[in-house]
C-alpha cells in the first residue's frame, strides 16, 4: 500500500493534533467537508473542539491565528489555494512575520497553501506565492517536494517559533506516491542532492524537482549526467549546498514554477553569480513559467510551464556555451 503526498499531509496534521494539544486547525470546510482537497478528512470527528470551520475570510482567518499564536497555541490554517492568501497579505506580512521584532513575542503560525498549476485551475487557481512571501523578514518558506518532506517538513514547520508559509502542490498531492515514510529527513533549511551529476546543476524546489530529474534522465541517454538539487526550503535558502554543486559542475539552471519576473530562481542566480563567479563555466541561467496568466487549457497550461522538454532544451544551450 502507498501513501501520497496529500496522505502525508493529513498524517503530519494528525501527528500534531495527537501530540501538541497546542495545535488547532482553521479553514474553509476543513471540517464537515475535510477540506477541498480532503488533507483534513475525518479529523473534525477525532478532534471536534480542535479542527474549525471558518467564515469565507482570509484576512479574518489569518487575524485570529495570529492572535491565538500570541496567547500560546499553534495554529495551522489551510487557504483552499495560495492565490486566495493575497487576501490576507497584511495579516501575514504586516502582522505575523514583524511582531517578534516588534514585541518580541512569537508568532508561531502555519500557512498552508495549495500552490502550483494543475490542467484547467486557469489563472485563480494555480499560482506560486513563495517568491512573493520570501521576499519578507520574520517568514519562514517551505516547498516540500516528497512524500516524507510533506510529512516532516509540516512537523517541523508548526515546532518552529516563526511564521511558516507551507507551500504544498496540488499537482503532487495524489501523484506523487511513496511506500513509506522515511525517518532520515533533513532539517529546515537545507537542500538535497536528488541526483548525482557531473556536467550542469539543476536548482529546483516542489513540483519541478520532479520535471529536472525527467530531464535530466532524458539527457543521461545522449551522455550528460545532470546533477539536480531540491531546494525544500526557499527561505532560509542553502546556498551553500547550491555552490558545493556548481563547483563540482561549472554550470547552473535555476528552475521554478512561479511567474519569470523576480522571484526565487533570480535569487538563486544572482547568490551564485555573487559569491560563486569564479566556479562558472558558463553563464547562470534560470527557467520559469510565462509571464502570463495562467491559462485554462491543459495544453496551453501545459505550454506555459516549465516542462522535461523545456528544461532539457534550456540544458542543451547552457552545455554548448
Known sequence: ??????????????????????????????????????????????????????????????????????????????????????????????????????????????????????????????????????????????????VSDAYHMLIDAVGLNDPVIYCEHKFLYRWLKAKTIHNDHLPIGQARIVRTGKHATVVAYSAMVHEAVRAADRLHHDGWEIEVVDLRSVKPLDIDTVLASVARTGRLLAVGEAFPWGGVTAEVVARVAGEGFHLLDAPPQRLNARDTPVPYHPQLWAAHRPTPESICEALRKLLAF
Open 1 to 146: 500500500m502507498s501513501i501520497t503526498y496529500i496522505d502525508a499531509i493529513r498524517e503530519a496534521q494528525l501527528t500534531l493534533l495527537r501530540e501538541d494539544p497546542r495545535v488547532f486547525l482553521y479553514g474553509q470546510d476543513i471540517a464537515t467537508f475535510g477540506g477541498a482537497f480532503k488533507a483534513t478528512k475525518g479529523l473534525a470527528e477525532m478532534y471536534p473542539n480542535r479542527v474549525f470551520d471558518c467564515p469565507i475570510s482570509e484576512d479574518a482567518m489569518i487575524g485570529l491565528a495570529v492572535g491565538a499564536a500570541i496567547e500560546g497555541m499553534r495554529p495551522i490554517v489551510e487557504m483552499q489555494f495560495a492565490d486566495f492568501s493575497s487576501i490576507a497579505f497584511n495579516q501575514i506580512v504586516n502582522q505575523a512575520a514583524t511582531h517578534f521584532y516588534r514585541t518580541a513575542v512569537p508568532v508561531p503560525i502555519t500557512v498552508r497553501l495549495p500552490s502550483g498549476g494543475t490542467a484547467g485551475s486557469g489563472p485563480f487557481h494555480s499560482q506560486s506565492m513563495e517568491g512573493i512571501y520570501a521576499q519578507y523578514p520574520g517568514l519562514i518558506v517551505l516547498t516540500p517536494a516528497s
